[in-house]
């Protein structure tokens, strides 16, 4: 028995459990592979695959909403997939294509070693007022600019600006913008919206994050969403927050925030609909249109 042992081991043969560990990535996987890479300040290479296995989640927060998160009741089809870096597993939830994910708080990321995600760890902390250790990273979502295309001409490369992580803290959602300097993205450059300033022309720049707030009330069923056709020189930052107008009154109503960061040059429209997700094919009972003029900063 130990000279089997000890061949085996020179061979290198490993149990089914890791069989397939080694085996070459799918692209979904290879994504979060990088994906978690980043969130550690690790190199890709250390960190193994355990499992990966297609599952069709509850909601559009992939069964893991927080305390000021309202996600949508719709199956929403994709994966789990573990990873196994330093004795430790982290789990993704992630939709179809992988272009959206999430981390259940005790299988995020609670050490890094990347400086934007030091920084931004520290500030998300000290807004709640806890220890920076207790406050796990469970997604981040690049901040790019994708240049216009023009005919008969290359499509300029993308430019990358910054990221945006999500935090845990309290029980509580905490995004936090970071620029490639290891900065947080001011504030200041916020541009705020809502339903008074349908039909109008709203200007931003790459830098700027809209902020959206439309009035509605979840408890009839309906809530707010991005329409298919809306422009894609916005990017939807996270899930939408619901804030109640009357917390101890069932039924009150209350206001939907929306978070969108500029990922693109040129015109379109930022399209919201007003709907219940589990009417299928029914018509919106409310839109919101407003038109973007997303120009390049001029000095």
């Known amino acids: ?121 520290v500030i998300a902390a000290k807004q709640f007022g806890v220890n920076r ?44 913008n970071m620029g490639l300097d290891g900065k947080v993205i001011s504030d200041s450059a916020a541009v705020n919206i809502s339903a008074i300033d349908a039909g109008k022309i709203l200007t931003v720049v790459p830098s700027n994050q809209v902020n959206l707030t439309l009035e509605g009330n979840s408890a009839t069923g309906y809530i707010w969403a991005v329409a298919p056709d809306s422009t894609n020189l916005l990017k939807q930052n996270g899930a939408y927050v619901y804030q109640a107008d009357n917390l101890g009154v069932v039924g009150s109503g209350g206001k939907f925030i929306f978070k969108f960061d500029v990922t693109g040059l040129g015109t379109g429209k930022l399209k919201m609909i007003y709907y219940r997700p589990f009417e299928t094919g029914a018509a919106p009972i409310q839109t919101f249109e407003v038109n973007i003029s997303a120009v390049a900063v001029t000095n």
Request: glycine share 6%.
């Open 133 to 176: 250790r207790t406050v796990p990273l469970i997604d981040f979502q690049e901040l790019p600019i994708v240049p216009t295309c023009l005919p008969n001409n290359p499509c300029p490369a993308v430019i990358l600006t910054g990221y945006a992580l999500t935090f845990v803290a309290n029980g509580q959602a905490v995004p936090i």
């Open 1 to 121: 028995m130990i000279v089997i042992v000890f061949l085996i081991s020179l061979l290198g043969v490993t149990s089914p459990t890791h069989a397939a560990v080694d085996a070459p990535d799918t692209t979904l996987v290879a994504t979060m592979r990088q994906k978690l890479a980043f969130m550690l300040g690790q190199r890709a290479t250390s960190i193994r695959l355990v499992s990966s296995t297609a599952t069709n989640f509850s909601d559009s927060c992939f069964g893991l909403g927080l305390a000021n998160e309202l996600c949508a009741q719709a199956i929403t089809p994709g994966y789990k997939i573990t990873f196994l870096y330093g004795g430790r597993r982290y789990v993704f939830h992630t939709n179809a294509d992988g272009s959206a994910s999430r981390m259940p708080r005790q299988f995020g990321v609670f050490v890094s070693y990347n400086r934007i995600v030091i920084n931004a760890r």
